[in-house]
């Protein structure tokens, strides 16, 4: 049966610490109880039953009034609400009483002059019980408050470790592409008299370098939007020059780029990774790069038509990358889908507020 409340203490474990402490109580002398006129002693039946019907209404009373103060608790509710609940438990213990003390009055531990007194009765026993109920209630509360946060002070720790780690890793991967930089710069210088189709892909291929080595513009490891956009127009364009411009490329951007930045290199993983495994050839299915922005929103769509025949090795680890970057940059900002169909691929990403 499903409960309209959070059930943090099982009914089961209930009963049986409930079953044990009434297992040990059946056997200890009776006081003040009915006992059988003829023989003076209570009926081993009569006294079985009664102790079930104890063992019940206590696990019962119990599983209820913790888990509600429990449920409680956790939404912070009013004190008006403590109030209700507690009342409603303590009306439904009275009715339960009262129908022993009319219909089955044996049942009952004491011998009852008039129904309040035994009401009376009644509430001195569910006192304490409402409040230690409250009591652990709450103490299992702040107890898994603490464990919480102690778990969340530990992601962030790990998350801050892998940053670091990552920051550290790019820092030593900028020696040799420094070199390799300045070195395609000084090819292009010499092969403007030879081929302009040449320089013209060195030169693309070096600003693409100076974007990747570039740091001084960006502001907490994020760069201008617009220096993506002109990077991933980069990347287009030297694929073009590698296969002679008859790649199908289509890259539209809606929006104002304006003081806008991203976590480089999100947006034009996705595009290489349109290049490196899609079939760009086909006029009637082309590489489909779609750019909006509104607001502060951002969003990303790249589609293209699969390659056919032998498939092109790939681990995963830069779409892998890309959404661990994303945790790590925009925590609980981002959707980022991929849509693998039997002709086509789609990558879909949304990030809000960027």
């Keep these: 049966m499903q409960l309209p409340f959070k059930t943090r203490y099982p009914f089961?474990?209930?009963?049986?610490?409930?079953?044990?402490m009434g297992g040990i109580c059946f056997f200890m002398p009776d006081s003040g109880v009915t006992e059988d006129p003829a023989t003076g002693a209570i009926p081993f039946w009569f006294k079985l039953v009664r102790y079930a019907m104890r063992v019940m209404y206590h696990v019962v009373l119990v599983f209820f009034s913790l888990n509600l103060y429990y449920h409680l608790i956790v939404h912070r509710r009013s004190f008006s609400r403590y109030v209700v609940v507690s009342g409603k438990i303590i009306l439904a213990s009275f009715a339960y009483h009262t129908m022993l003390y009319y219909v089955l009055p044996g049942f009952l531990l004491k011998k009852y002059d008039a129904l309040p007194n035994m009401l009376c009765n009644c509430m001195q026993g569910l006192i304490p019980i409402l409040v230690l109920s409250f009591v652990f209630a709450y103490l299992t509360n702040i107890r898994e408050a603490l464990v919480q946060r102690?778990?969340?002070?530990?992601?962030?720790?790990?998350?801050?470790?892998?940053?670091?780690q990552a920051n550290?890793?790019?820092?030593?991967?900028?020696i040799n592409p420094h070199f390799l930089h300045n070195t395609l710069n000084f090819l292009y210088a010499k092969s403007l008299p030879y081929s302009e189709e040449l320089s013209e892909g060195?030169?693309?291929?070096?600003?693409?370098?100076?974007?990747?080595?570039?740091?001084?513009?960006?502001?907490?490891?994020?760069?201008?939007?617009?220096?993506?956009?002109?990077?991933?127009?980069?990347?287009?364009?030297?694929?073009?020059?590698?296969?002679?411009?008859k790649l199908q490329v289509h890259f539209t951007v809606l929006g104002s780029l304006s003081d806008l930045r991203i976590a480089p290199f999100i947006l034009i993983t996705l595009v290489e990774n349109a290049f490196k495994h899609g079939?760009?050839?086909?006029?009637s299915q082309p590489l489909d790069i779609r750019l909006q922005i509104s607001g502060l929103a951002l969003h990303f769509i790249c589609r293209n038509k699969k390659k056919?025949?032998?498939?092109?090795?790939?681990?995963?680890?830069?779409?892998d990358n890309i959404r661990k970057r994303l945790e790590l940059t925009y925590p609980g900002q981002f959707r980022f889908d991929i849509n693998e169909?039997?002709?086509?691929?789609?990558?879909?990403?949304?990030i809000n507020p960027l």
């Design 202 to 245: 060195i030169l693309t291929l070096s600003d693409i370098m100076r974007y990747a080595l570039d740091e001084q513009t960006r502001q907490d490891g994020k760069a201008l939007l617009e220096d993506e956009v002109e990077h991933v127009n980069n990347v287009i364009k030297i694929n073009q020059l590698r296969f002679e411009n």
């Design 308 to 319: 056919s025949g032998p498939k092109q090795l790939s681990t995963g680890i830069g779409l």
């Design 150 to 164: 102690r778990i969340l002070q530990e992601q962030k720790l790990q998350l801050e470790m892998e940053k670091s």
């Design 168 to 174: 550290f890793n790019f820092l030593k991967a900028q």
């Design 12 to 20: 089961k474990y209930l009963l049986l610490l409930f079953g044990l």
């Design 279 to 283: 079939d760009l050839k086909d006029p």
């Design 341 to 350: 169909e039997a002709d086509v691929y789609t990558t879909e990403l949304t």
